[in-house]
C-alpha cells in the first residue's frame, strides 16, 4: 500500500468540508494540518479530520513537516495571495479551488507564477470529474460526429451563506461568470479542444439577495445570465444560468449536436437540498440520439450513495482527489493545469465586461490586461 498523501489544508468552511470528508474516503490520503479562522468552522474541521492539527496560520500549515501537499479553500479573493505566500516559503503540490485569481490587474502576474512555481499546480474544477459528465465528455464526439453546438444549462439554487458574505460581492468573488461559471468555460474548452475567439454575455441581478444588507451594502452579484462563446474550430457554445430555478429536477444539462447527432447530459443538484416527499433524488442521465437511423437512447448513471453524502457535487471530489494524489505520486498528469484556470478565468472576465458594456470581446485569451474588465 502507499505511504499516505498528507494534506494541508488552508480554509475549511463550506467547500473546505467537502474536501475534508472525501479526502476521508480515500485509503492513501489524510490531514495532517488545517488553518481556518472562523471558530464555528474550525471546529466542524476538527471534527471531520480530529488527526489534524488545528493551527493558527497559513504558514504554519505550509511548514507543518507532515504535509506533502497543500489544498487551498479559502475565500475566493484570498487565492492568490496564499499560493505567493506559499511559494516565497515551501512549494509545495498545490490543488488550488477555483477561481485562480479574481483581479483582472493580476492576470500577467498569475500567468507568470504559474509558469515558474516549482511544483504542481492543479485547479479545482470539480464538474469535470462528475461521473455522468466524464461519460459524456468521454463519448461526446463519437456520438455527434464532431460538435458544432454546445449548451450548458445550469438552472440550481442561489448563492448559499459563507463566511463575511464575499460570496454576494463582485469585489471578494469576481463576479459571477467569474466565481460559479468558470466551471463552464473550463468545460467548453474541455470537450470542443479548442480556443475561444469571441465572447458575448447579457446577465443581471433579478431576484436574489436584493433586499440583503451587509454593513449598509447591498448585494451585487448576478443571478442569470447567457453567454455566447466562438471558438477557433468553428463550434459555437451557450452558457445558461439561472440562480432562482430550485424547482428543476436536473440542477445542470449539457448538450452537444453535431453532423451524426446529438449527446444530452442531466445531472441533478446536491441530494441535501432534494425534498423527502419527492422520493429518491433523480438518477443522472445519458441521452444519445442518432440522426441515421434515428435511434435516441437513454443510459442511466447512477452515483455511489456514499458519494453522494460527502459533498455536493455528485462525487466528483472524491475523484479528483484520488487523480490529484496520483499525479504527486508520479503516477498520472496533472489534470487541470494552472494555465487551464487562468484561461478559465479570463473567459469569465471577458463574459462580465460583456454583459456590462454591451459588447462582444473578440479574442478574450490575448487580452492585455489592462484591457480585462477592472
Same mark, same amino acid.
Given at each position: 500500500?502507499?505511504?499516505?498523501?498528507?494534506?494541508?489544508?488552508?480554509?475549511?468552511?463550506?467547500?473546505?468540508?467537502?474536501?475534508?470528508?472525501?479526502?476521508?474516503?480515500?485509503?492513501?490520503?489524510?490531514?495532517?494540518?488545517?488553518?481556518?479562522?472562523?471558530?464555528? #468552522? !474550525?471546529? +466542524?474541521?476538527? %471534527?471531520?479530520?480530529?488527526?489534524?492539527?488545528?493551527?493558527?496560520?497559513? &504558514?504554519?500549515?505550509?511548514? =507543518?513537516?507532515?504535509?506533502?501537499?497543500?489544498?487551498?479553500?479559502?475565500?475566493?479573493?484570498?487565492?492568490?495571495?496564499?499560493?505567493?505566500?506559499?511559494?516565497?516559503?515551501?512549494?509545495?503540490?498545490?490543488?488550488?479551488?477555483?477561481?485562480?485569481?479574481?483581479?483582472?490587474?493580476?492576470?500577467?502576474?498569475?500567468?507568470?507564477?504559474?509558469?515558474?512555481?516549482?511544483?504542481?499546480?492543479?485547479?479545482?474544477?470539480?464538474?469535470?470529474?462528475?461521473?455522468?459528465?466524464?461519460?459524456?465528455?468521454?463519448?461526446?464526439?463519437?456520438?455527434?460526429?464532431?460538435?458544432?453546438?454546445?449548451?450548458?444549462?445550469?438552472?440550481?439554487?442561489?448563492?448559499?451563506?459563507?463566511?463575511?458574505?464575499?460570496?454576494?460581492?463582485?469585489?471578494?468573488?469576481?463576479?459571477?461568470?467569474?466565481?460559479?461559471?468558470?466551471?463552464?468555460?473550463?468545460? #467548453? !474548452?474541455? +470537450?470542443?479542444? %479548442?480556443?475561444?475567439?469571441?465572447?458575448?454575455?447579457?446577465?443581471?441581478? &433579478?431576484?436574489?439577495?436584493? =433586499?440583503?444588507?451587509?454593513?449598509?451594502?447591498?448585494?451585487?452579484?448576478?443571478?442569470?445570465?447567457?453567454?455566447?462563446?466562438?471558438?477557433?474550430?468553428?463550434?459555437?457554445?451557450?452558457?445558461?444560468?439561472?440562480?432562482?430555478?430550485?424547482?428543476?429536477?436536473?440542477?445542470?444539462?449539457?448538450?452537444?449536436?453535431?453532423?451524426?447527432?446529438?449527446?444530452?447530459?442531466?445531472?441533478?443538484?446536491?441530494?441535501?437540498?432534494?425534498?423527502?416527499?419527492?422520493?429518491?433524488?433523480?438518477?443522472?442521465?445519458?441521452?444519445?440520439?442518432?440522426?441515421?437511423?434515428?435511434?435516441?437512447?437513454?443510459?442511466?448513471?447512477?452515483?455511489?450513495?456514499?458519494?453522494?453524502?460527502?459533498?455536493?457535487?455528485?462525487?466528483?471530489?472524491?475523484?479528483?482527489?484520488?487523480?490529484?494524489?496520483?499525479?504527486?505520486?508520479?503516477?498520472?498528469?496533472?489534470?487541470?493545469?494552472?494555465?487551464?484556470?487562468?484561461?478559465?478565468?479570463?473567459?469569465?472576465?471577458?463574459?462580465?465586461?460583456?454583459?456590462?458594456?454591451?459588447?462582444?470581446?473578440?479574442?478574450?485569451?490575448?487580452?492585455?490586461?489592462?484591457?480585462?474588465?477592472?
Amino acid at each position: 500500500m502507499n505511504k499516505p498523501v498528507m494534506y494541508g489544508v488552508i480554509g475549511c468552511g463550506m467547500m473546505g468540508q467537502e474536501h475534508l470528508r472525501n479526502i476521508a474516503l480515500l485509503p492513501d490520503a489524510g490531514v495532517a494540518a488545517i488553518f481556518e479562522p472562523d471558530p464555528e #468552522m !474550525r471546529r +466542524i474541521a476538527g %471534527s471531520l479530520a480530529p488527526g489534524a492539527a488545528l493551527v493558527d496560520s497559513a &504558514a504554519e500549515v505550509v511548514s =507543518h513537516p507532515a504535509v506533502d501537499c497543500l489544498l487551498i479553500a479559502s475565500p475566493n479573493h484570498c487565492h492568490f495571495v496564499q499560493l505567493r505566500e506559499i511559494a516565497a516559503t515551501r512549494a509545495l503540490p498545490v490543488l488550488v479551488e477555483k477561481p485562480l485569481f479574481i483581479d483582472a490587474a493580476e492576470a500577467s502576474e498569475v500567468k507568470a507564477f504559474a509558469e515558474t512555481y516549482p511544483a504542481p499546480i492543479w485547479v479545482a474544477m470539480e464538474y469535470r470529474y462528475m461521473p455522468p459528465v466524464a461519460r459524456f465528455i468521454r463519448e461526446a464526439q463519437a456520438v455527434t460526429g464532431g460538435i458544432r453546438m454546445l449548451t450548458i444549462r445550469e438552472h440550481r439554487y442561489p448563492f448559499l451563506d459563507k463566511i463575511g458574505a464575499w460570496n454576494r460581492f463582485n469585489r471578494t468573488s469576481g463576479g459571477t461568470f467569474v466565481e460559479k461559471c468558470c466551471h463552464f468555460f473550463d468545460l #467548453m !474548452r474541455l +470537450i470542443l479542444k %479548442s480556443e475561444p475567439v469571441r465572447v458575448m454575455a447579457s446577465a443581471g441581478q &433579478a431576484v436574489n439577495h436584493l =433586499h440583503e444588507n451587509y454593513g449598509g451594502e447591498t448585494p451585487d452579484i448576478w443571478d442569470n445570465g447567457y453567454v455566447l462563446v466562438d471558438f477557433a474550430s468553428g463550434a459555437r457554445a451557450m452558457l445558461e444560468l439561472c440562480m432562482f430555478a430550485d424547482g428543476s429536477r436536473y440542477q445542470e444539462e449539457i448538450i452537444a449536436v453535431g453532423e451524426k447527432g446529438k449527446i444530452e447530459c442531466l445531472v441533478p443538484g446536491p441530494s441535501r437540498f432534494w425534498p423527502e416527499n419527492l422520493g429518491p433524488l433523480p438518477t443522472p442521465q445519458l441521452i444519445a440520439s442518432p440522426r441515421r437511423p434515428e435511434s435516441p437512447y437513454t443510459i442511466e448513471l447512477p452515483v455511489d450513495p456514499t458519494l453522494l453524502a460527502a459533498g455536493d457535487h455528485n462525487g466528483s471530489t472524491f475523484f479528483q482527489h484520488k487523480r490529484f494524489c496520483a499525479a504527486i505520486r508520479g503516477e498520472g498528469p496533472i489534470e487541470v493545469t494552472a494555465d487551464d484556470g487562468w484561461r478559465a478565468v479570463v473567459m469569465g472576465m471577458a463574459a462580465q465586461r460583456s454583459a456590462r458594456e454591451g459588447m462582444a470581446i473578440a479574442e478574450p485569451l490575448a487580452l492585455g490586461c489592462d484591457s480585462l474588465p477592472r
